[in-house]
């Protein structure tokens, strides 16, 4: 069994992608009022919000469980609505060696969806497959998408 894996997920949206993008990368606090079950905390720890190399620690409920994980941005592209986040501390690095996680938009015709990857290390080879935090992602993007439609 292979300890290097790669997982994404892709959904359809509806609200423009800038929306998401601007979301996730600087406007975090936002998401514990419109994800409130999800999402508790979304505190800047080092650096400008939404910047190259600013770390953010992320408080949220996964699976019934309160987690808490510090994220570093590592990259971020305007055009493509693109944020790359290395987890550095906390959940999941008690069982895995390494985690990157990237959100994307991508117009298909005049279509749009919204895409999460996870690129992930496991410590050993009984170690899951992250499939549940992706789900979790995936749904809140989907709640996302639900709300931002309403306005």
């Known amino acids: 069994m292979a300890l290097i894996g790669k997982l994404s997920g892709c959904v359809e949206i509806s609200a423009d992608g800038h929306i998401f993008h601007e979301l996730i990368r600087r406007k975090t606090p936002e998401l514990t009022s419109i994800l409130p079950d999800k999402i508790h905390a979304c505190d800047l720890v080092e650096g400008q919000r939404g910047n190259v190399g600013s770390t953010v620690c992320w408080n949220f409920t996964l699976e019934g469980e309160k987690k808490i994980s510090k994220m570093i941005i590592e990259a971020v592209d305007e ?9 550095v501390d906390g959940f999941p690095l008690e069982t895995y060696k390494s985690l990157t996680i990237s959100f994307h938009v991508e117009p298909k015709g005049d279509r749009k969806f919204a895409t999460w990857t996870f690129e992930f290390e496991k410590l050993n080879a009984s170690v899951p497959y992250p499939t549940a935090w992706l789900d979790f992602n995936i749904t809140g993007i989907k709640e996302l998408d639900v709300h931002f439609s309403k306005k």
């Open 79 to 87: 055009e493509k609505h693109m944020i790359v986040f290395k987890v």
